[in-house]
C-alpha cells in the first residue's frame, strides 16, 4: 500500500531496521512507534506532521509576544511561570524521557566519544571567547563588566537543543531509527549533563557576583577608600586577568559555590534519577508513561511560550553586533568540531556519523535563560540570550536540513 505521510513512511522503515537486540527494559520487543517517541515535537506537533509542527511553534512564541504586551503579565508572572516549567515541567520531562529511552549496545562507542568531543567543545568554546568584543554600550545596558560578557558568551556557545533534531532526524534522515539511536547515544553521553549541570558551574564562575567578591578578595584592599577603584578595576578587567587569578579565585569560595550550583540542579537531579530508575529496570506502569509524556509535550509548549514572553527585537546596534560576535564564536567551534568528527574519527556507520555532524549543528539549549535569570545575570543578558537564541535556532534549522541533503550516504 501507499504510505501517504512520512511519519508512515518513517515507521515502515523503522519495522525493517529495528535490531533485534534493541529492547525496552520492560520487556516487550521495540515497536517503531516506540523507536520515535523520543522525536516527538512540541504538543500537537505529531498529529500535524513536521512543516504544520514548526508553524505550532512559531505560534506558541507569537503567543507568547502577545502575552508580553498585556498588562497583567507582570516581570513577576513571567519569572513565576518561568520558574514553573524548568523546576517543574522540565524536571517531569527529562525523568519520563531518560527513564523509558532504549539504548543501543550497537551505538555504545558513541558515548565517550560524545564525552571526549564536549570537553574540546568547552576548550575551544573558552578560547573563542577571548574575542568577546568590549562592547561597552552592552556593559553600560546590563550593568556587567566585560568578564561577565566574556562568560555569557562562553555559555552561549555551550550545548545543543535537541528539541528540534531529534524530529528532523525522524523525518529527514535516509535511515531514522539508526540516525536517532546515535543522535540520542550523543546526547546520554555529555549532552545532558553539560547542560542540566554543569553549565550552572560555568555560570556561576562568570556571575556578577562571585566576579565581584572574587576580585575584592585577590586586592585585598587595605582601606575602605581603595574599594572603589576595586569597583572600577572590575568594570575594564579582561577575561586574560580573569584566568591569571582563577586558583586564587577559586580558593576565596567561588569552586564552592560554582559546585553547590551544580549538585543544586533540580534539572541534573531528575536526569540522575531516570537514568537509575532505567538501569535498575524499576517498572514505569503504563498509566504514568502516559501522563509523564503529556507533561513532557505540554512542557516543550511552555519553553516556546517562555521564548516569546522573554524574547525582543527592540535591541540596540551594539546589541545586534555583539550577539553576532557570540553567534560566530559559536559557529567556528562547531565547524572545527563537525570537520574532526568527519575526517579523523571512525564510527559505526556513515548514518551515524551523519546523524552526529547534524547533532553538532543544533542550536544552543533553552534552559540557558533560566541559569542566566537564576544566576543574576539580568535582564537585558537575559533578554539578549533568547533573541540570540531565536536567531541560532532558525540558522541551526538551516544548516541542518542542507546537511541531511547533501551529506554522503
Given at each position: 500500500?501507499?504510505?501517504?505521510?512520512?511519519?508512515?513512511?518513517?515507521?515502515?522503515?523503522?519495522?525493517?531496521?529495528?535490531?533485534?537486540?534493541?529492547?525496552?527494559?520492560?520487556?516487550?520487543?521495540?515497536?517503531?512507534?516506540?523507536?520515535?517517541?523520543?522525536?516527538?515535537?512540541?504538543?500537537?506537533?505529531?498529529?500535524?506532521g513536521r512543516t504544520a509542527g514548526v508553524l505550532l511553534v512559531l505560534a506558541y512564541i507569537a503567543v507568547g509576544i502577545a502575552l508580553r504586551r498585556a498588562s497583567w503579565m507582570t516581570d513577576h508572572r513571567c519569572d513565576q511561570l518561568r520558574w514553573f516549567t524548568f523546576k517543574v515541567l522540565f524536571p517531569i520531562y527529562l525523568l519520563r524521557t531518560l527513564w523509558s529511552i532504549s539504548l543501543s549496545l550497537d551505538f555504545v562507542t558513541v558515548l565517550p566519544l560524545s564525552l571526549g568531543f564536549h570537553v574540546l567543545w568547552f576548550v575551544l568554546s573558552q578560547q573563542l571567547s577571548t574575542f568577546t568584543p568590549e562592547a561597552k554600550e552592552v556593559q553600560s545596558e546590563s550593568g556587567q563588566p566585560h568578564v561577565v560578557l566574556t562568560g555569557w558568551a562562553l555559555l552561549m556557545a555551550q550545548g545543543e537543543n535537541m528539541a528540534f533534531t531529534y524530529p528532523l532526524l525522524a523525518e529527514a534522515s535516509p535511515q531514522p531509527v539508526e540516525s536517532l539511536a546515535g543522535a540520542m547515544m550523543w546526547d546520554?553521553?555529555?549532552?545532558?549533563?553539560?547542560?542540566?549541570?554543569?553549565?550552572?558551574?560555568?555560570?556561576?564562575?562568570?556571575?556578577?557576583?562571585?566576579?565581584?567578591?572574587?576580585?575584592?578578595?585577590?586586592r585585598a584592599p587595605e582601606t575602605a577608600g581603595e574599594e572603589e577603584d576595586c569597583t572600577s578595576d572590575l568594570m575594564e578587567s579582561t577575561f586574560q586577568s580573569l584566568m591569571g587569578n582563577l586558583p586564587r579565585s577559586w580558593a576565596s569560595g567561588a569552586k564552592d559555590v560554582a559546585i553547590k550550583a551544580v549538585t543544586d540542579s533540580i534539572l541534573l537531579r531528575a536526569c540522575l534519577a531516570g537514568i537509575c530508575f532505567n538501569l535498575l529496570r524499576i517498572p514505569l506502569p503504563w498509566i504514568v508513561d502516559a501522563a509523564l509524556l503529556q507533561i513532557g509535550a505540554l512542557c516543550k509548549a511552555f519553553l516556546y511560550l517562555l521564548v516569546g514572553l522573554y524574547a525582543d527585537f527592540n535591541i540596540s546596534y551594539a546589541d545586534c553586533r555583539f550577539i553576532a560576535a557570540t553567534l560566530a564564536q559559536r559557529f567556528a567551534a562547531q565547524i572545527a568540531l563537525a570537520m574532526l568528527l568527519i575526517e579523523a574519527v571512525p564510527l559505526p556507520s556513515l548514518t551515524c556519523r551523519n546523524a552526529l555532524v547534524v547533532t553538532i549543528f543544533s542550536p544552543g539549549p533553552s534552559v540557558l535563560m533560566h541559569i542566566l535569570a537564576e544566576v543574576g545575570y539580568g535582564q537585558h543578558l537575559v533578554k539578549l540570550c533568547v533573541t540570540s537564541s531565536l536567531v541560532n535556532t532558525v540558522l541551526c534549522l538551516l544548516i541542518q536540513n542542507a546537511l541531511l541533503q547533501y551529506l554522503p550516504g
Open positions: 500500500s501507499i504510505l501517504d505521510t512520512p511519519r508512515q513512511r518513517v515507521i515502515a522503515m523503522a519495522a525493517v531496521a529495528s535490531p533485534p537486540e534493541l529492547r525496552f527494559w520492560r520487556g516487550k520487543d521495540v515497536v517503531p512507534e516506540d523507536v520515535l517517541r523520543t522525536a516527538q515535537g512540541p504538543v500537537g506537533s505529531q498529529e500535524l546520554l553521553g555529555a549532552n545532558i549533563w553539560l547542560c542540566q549541570g554543569f553549565l550552572w558551574g560555568i555560570a556561576t564562575l562568570y556571575s556578577p557576583q562571585v566576579q565581584a567578591g572574587s576580585y575584592q578578595a585577590i
